[in-house]
């Protein structure tokens, strides 16, 4: 019997953590399988994605460059992933190349585990609104959050990507500028981090946000990123991104392997030496 293979592919993909995580898991569940790293150039993703179930692939994962080539390049796509844009996980279905994006889901499991209590908030601020801030801002809105308000360095990006979620019953609203951020962080309930923090960059300012207020970062290195420092240092309760990045590792592997792992205080150990030991 073949062994099941999955993958995770970018350009570059040599950081990636995921073959830790997924090979961790399949040595914990004892079952036979592989998953690897493979580099691929944007130019040659399609032809890659073309001929997975040839290569002998049962599916993966597709991260960083490739996400929207994927989405364009299966033959259908899951609700998370029409509404996030991008795809970041594949697998096979009758025969078809099927895409799905886990990202949102990781994002909520990881506030479920560390922040209880998310989901009651009335008003989430975002900061920033690139691609990891659509499936942020997805999560949200599935979560029930009434009002999402997306700030960010230009305010066209911002608009547009506030534009795309309006529906009935949700209120979101994208601007930029200090003013409008420090009036949407003394109204939020949950606020969300998701773009990098530049050296030399002024620590963040929370002086206008309720002490009741969750914050988060889906960042991951550092762990502690400014803003969590700054939340910590003021007294809310806070949840680092590390567990985004396991939680949405779930839904792929129970999809090729068969089994549902579970994330636990061992395997987020491992992934905090792993990165400690490549500073």
Do not use: C
């Amino acid at each position: 019997m073949v062994e099941p293979k999955a993958f995770v592919t970018g350009w570059p993909i040599h950081h990636s953590r995921s073959p830790l995580i997924h090979g961790t898991w399949l040595r914990e569940l004892g079952l036979a399988g592989s998953y690897e790293r493979i580099a691929v150039e944007p130019a040659a993703f399609p032809a890659f994605l073309a001929n997975l179930s040839e290569a002998g692939f049962i599916g993966g994962n597709v991260t960083i460059p490739h996400k929207e080539a994927a989405f364009a390049g299966v033959a259908r796509r899951d609700g998370a992933a029409e509404a996030i844009g991008a795809v970041n996980t594949v697998w096979f279905e009758g025969g078809q190349l099927v895409g799905g994006n886990t990202d949102a889901y990781g994002f909520a499991a990881n506030l479920d585990e560390r922040l209880p209590g998310w989901r009651d908030a009335e008003e989430a601020l975002v900061l920033g609104a690139g691609g990891a801030a659509r499936a942020v801002v997805h999560a949200l809105a599935e979560a029930g959050i009434g009002r999402i308000r997306i700030v960010n360095r230009t305010p066209e990006r911002a608009e547009a990507l506030a534009g795309s979620f309006a529906r009935p019953g949700l209120e979101v609203e994208g601007g930029a500028g200090a003013e409008r951020e420090a009036a949407w962080l003394a109204g939020a309930d949950l606020v969300v981090n998701t773009r990098p923090w530049g050296a030399g960059e002024a620590e963040p300012d929370l002086s206008a946000l309720a002490q009741a207020a969750l914050v988060t970062d889906i960042v991951y290195v550092p762990l502690e990123t400014p803003i969590l420092r700054a939340a910590r240092q003021r007294g809310h309760r806070t949840a680092d991104g590390l567990g985004m990045l396991l939680h949405q590792a779930v839904p792929g592997f129970e999809r090729w392997f068969g089994r549902r792992p579970s994330v636990s205080e061992e395997l987020r150990q491992a992934l905090l030496a792993d990165i400690e030991a490549a500073r």
